[in-house]
């Protein structure tokens, strides 16, 4: 599996960097804020094509065209561009996330910057890495000298579950904190030790599931915001260097 992992991402890898700063059509989708490319759309089609030449009988749920149900026990999560508003506004900061989830576990995944050339990558019980070097959270243990990350949804709910009232206590209370653009990328940052720590409302499965397996494998804390057990299909993401969680956490519970 790591195998075709590797291949889905680095071929549609080559797409993006082929179209990157190029002219190809943008739509928008539920809302007008949120976009779909041709590039999204070129992508998505080359990794599926990869994984169901190797394994016809597995499931996918990928972001555009939804879920390919095979009754497998393995599902690959898919997520062909995520940042896409920075890829159409030619920002380097964006990437392929592929997440393998087996029985209801992520056990696989990779995130990988084309633009960038930076792939991240993590198995089950294996570890984290960065281009083949392990990865390990950082080990700030202060929520006031961490630098944290966030994002946010594109609903039109402004203010879900009060993400923007965090957000302003955190910059009032002189936290430095970063918005990214690919929430793939926010959970990788965290998980090699740049960021402390990212949360985020609405999520889904496919800006995850990659993600997911490296934080956890790089040492990190991943939980909703009660912190109970983190779940891909629900909405709430809390994903630490774990020595900061509990401080964050607070912060959140406390708007
Ligand atoms: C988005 C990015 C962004 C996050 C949004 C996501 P997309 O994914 O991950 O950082 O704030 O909630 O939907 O649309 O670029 O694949
Ligand atoms: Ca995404
Ligand atoms: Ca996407």
Redesign the pocket.
Known sequence: MKNTLFKAAIESGKILKENFEGSFNIESKDVIS??VTEI?KKSEKKIIEIIKSDFPSHNVLS?EVGAIDKDSDVKWII?P??????YAHAIPL?CISIGVEKKGEVIMGVVYNPLSGETFFAEKGKGATLNNNKITVSTENEVSKSLLVT????SSDKNPTKQLDVFSKIVSSDIPIRR?????L?ICWTACGRFDGFW?Y???P??VAGGYIILVEAGGKITNFSNSEFNLYEKEILATNGLIHDQVLKIIQSV
């Not at 561009?81 to 920075?86: A, E, P, Q, S, V």
């Not at 994002?151 to 594109?154: A, D, H, T």
Request: hydrophobic share 30%; charged share 25%.
């Open positions: 949120n976009l999204d972001e997520d561009i995520d940042g896409t508003i920075n964006c994002g946010f949804p594109y990214l653009g690919s929430a793939a926010d985020e609405n999520l889904n496919w800006d």
